[in-house]
Every structure is written in structure tokens, then in C-alpha cells.
């Protein structure tokens, strides 16, 4: 069951990978844009895998 844990508008910073101030598990994460097109709704699917960087 998905569920939204991050709403992101245009001018937003984005999402720093956590939820409720706790870092997220390192996981595939799908996504949805809702977007307006010449007075039309459409919108676009994707996904992506966040990965930890260890950058000692």
C-alpha cells in the first residue's frame, strides 16, 4: 500500500530522505507529478532508489 510521505511544490527545497525528523531505509521509492498542460491535468509515474553515501 503506498503512502504519501512528502508532498513537494516548485518552490520547495525537496526531500532530505526523512520522515518525522528519522532517516528513511535506503529503499525504491515511487513518486507522482500532477501537472497542468496546455489547460490539461495530466500526470507522471517514476521511481527511484535512495542510497546511503558514506563520504568519510
Known amino acids: 500500500m503506498a503512502a504519501t510521505i512528502k508532498t513537494i511544490s516548485p518552490a520547495s527545497p525537496g526531500w532530505d530522505a526523512n520522515l518525522q ?3 528513511v531505509p535506503a529503499t525504491d521509492y515511487w513518486f507522482r507529478v500532477d501537472y497542468l498542460e ?8 517514476a521511481h527511484f532508489v535512495e542510497t ?3 563520504t568519510n
Open 38 to 45: 496546455q489547460g490539461v491535468m495530466k500526470q507522471f509515474r
Open 21 to 23: 525528523r528519522t532517516a
Open 52 to 54: 546511503i553515501s558514506n
